[in-house]
């Protein structure tokens, strides 16, 4: 609370003050004069300890530190990783601004290729987004649209309803839970499963005994 000063006024033969000491009392200090001169003021110390001291330290940078480096062995025992291009570049947004609409201008060439019923050319470009590194960002959907290349191949080779069915659950793997082509992948990977199971059993049949 630190220290509080009052002007005292003389009454009679008395100094009088009233002097606050606590916040909700106060204290009557009478001073006889004894024929010598009373300061005209008083000035009393209170015991209760100032706001600024009684206030608990902050901690939100009190996290404990190691000891300063006192001798030379300590000094060199951390050695600070590099960074290399590839770090900066995923911290730049720039470059990741720049990776994303390149990850988008490869899908939508292969896209393209697929709608136009270029599969030959749609399948290798899918096939170039799925081995880029770093990863596309495109991937998922990338695997989405080989598994319907295989798929519509399968009509003449039913072989590749194996590379349907993998396709497509890669492309579950890659993709969002919420994405909309997700549970188009799981239909489509279901039904690959499915056609190649009837035709391997088909074969069983023909096969006989």
């Known amino acids: ?33 004894a024929g010598q001169q009373t300061p005209s003021a008083v000035t009393v110390a209170s015991a209760t300890p100032s706001a600024a001291s009684s206030a608990a330290p902050s901690d939100a940078l009190s996290a404990p530190t190691l000891a300063p480096v006192e001798n030379e062995t ?36 292969a896209f393209d290729a697929e709608r136009a019923g270029d599969r030959a050319g749609a399948r290798e470009k899918y096939l170039a ?3 880029a590194t770093p990863p596309s960002k495109r991937l998922g959907e990338a695997y989405f649209g080989l598994g319907e290349i295989y798929l519509a191949e399968a009509a003449s080779d039913p072989g590749k309803l194996d590379l349907a069915a993998t396709a497509f659950e890669r492309a579950r793997a890659h993709l969002p839970a919420k994405h909309p082509l997700a549970a188009f992948a799981a239909d489509r990977q279901a039904l690959a499963v499915a056609a190649r199971s009837a035709i391997r059993s088909r074969r069983a049949t023909r096969a006989g005994p």
């Open 1 to 33: 609370m630190g220290g509080f000063h009052r002007e005292a006024g003389r009454r009679g033969g008395f100094w009088v003050g009233i002097l606050p000491v606590f916040p909700s009392s106060c204290v009557l200090l009478i001073v006889a004069c």
């Open 74 to 109: 300590d000094a060199g025992a951390f050695v600070p990783p590099a960074s290399t291009p590839e770090l900066l570049a995923a911290r730049d947004p720039r470059v990741t601004k720049q990776k994303a609409l390149a990850d988008d201008a490869a899908y939508l060439a």
């Open 129 to 131: 987004i799925v081995r």
